[in-house]
């Protein structure tokens, strides 16, 4: 989808006079373009804010399976339908079980949970008399002699054949609890790590083009990657703002992680458009500034949709079949990425020229 986009746009904006893409000449129109994308996820986020998960509020996280059938994705959602144990987000994972997330719970309200859920959903062959559990509308759990054949219309239900009953046990994998106290604590060292990240961003590039002084100064192009990258990381997270309004999506530990990633991944993007640059103006001087940011976008505009599309394939592979686990992480990255290679493109690049414009006033 990528690489169609983009090659689309570029058809639409070839300069006449050479065998070169405008993207500087056409700036104008990818500003338009960003400045709604980052106005609008804005928005979404002043209205719907982000869902914080459980690693920034605190909680308590369970992992169950089933060692036959899992009960139904409803089924198991009803269970939580009182609110007892608060807003309880029900994820199914890639083997046979569950992930339930929920407000911090005690040692007895743990425990209450799990028998609830064994009443409710195990099935126990034990000396030729088992416990069946019929999951239709009104189910209710019931014992029965082994010689009976019980069936029901839920396909969570066990038959029995030949006066055998298959066992289904619910098996408790982890129990994870985070404090008030530490997921405050967990909140403030991303916003600390986040903002130490972008202050090294921009001393490292200052530093990388502190030979680079004219027509712009070398601590712009550090500036420069750092907005590229606020667009990348609003962008992203009013998505996110969307997902977690319509459908409970949080933004947790994993995802800070992701923008960190996408940090890494749009400056590398960025800082190779502006060596190029950079080479050229050591090359042909600059004098006509524009043109030479616009052959240097050129001549590396290929590399960064084809790396970009690559991992794309890997990371669109990881979201499908990596399970839910890391779900919505691998889409974070889709998303971050995919903006990265269009600041690096057709925003960092351009706002340079801006610069050089707006200092010659």
Known sequence: MEVGFSWGVLLLIKNKN????????????????????????ILFIIIFGLKPGIDFTGGSIMEISFTGDRPA?????????????GNVLVQPTQDNGYILKMKFISEDEHKAILQKLRD?????????VSNVVATSQDSNL???????????????????????ITENRLIEDRIETIGPAIGAQLKQRSIEVVIVVVLAIVLFVAYAFRKVSKPVKSWKYGVTA??????????????????????????????VVAMLTVFGYSV??????FDRIRENLIKYGYEKFDEVVNKGINETISRSINTSFTVLL??????????????????????????????SIFLASPLLVVWQKMSQK
Not at 319 to 332: D, K, Q, R, T
């Open 18 to 41: 050479k065998n070169m893409l405008n993207i500087v000449g056409k700036r104008n129109i990818f500003f338009i373009i960003s400045c709604l994308w980052v106005g609008l996820s």
């Open 73 to 85: 994705f409803g089924d198991m959602q009803a269970e939580f339908s009182d609110n007892t144990y």
């Open 120 to 128: 409710k959903f195990e099935v126990i062959k034990d000396k030729g």
């Open 142 to 164: 019931v014992n029965i002699e082994a010689t009976v054949v019980s069936t029901t219309a839920s396909t969570n239900t066990t038959s029995t054949n030949d006066n055998n």
């Open 226 to 255: 750092v907005i590229a990258l606020i667009h990348d990381v609003i962008g992203t997270m009013g998505v996110f703002a969307l997902l977690g309004k319509f459908y409970g999506v949080e933004v947790d530990i994993p995802f």
């Open 268 to 273: 590398n993007d960025t800082i190779i458009v």
């Open 314 to 343: 890997v990371l669109s592979a990881m979201y499908f079949f990596g399970g839910s686990s890391i779900h919505y992480f691998s889409l974070a990255l889709i998303i971050g990425i995919f903006l990265g290679t269009y600041s």
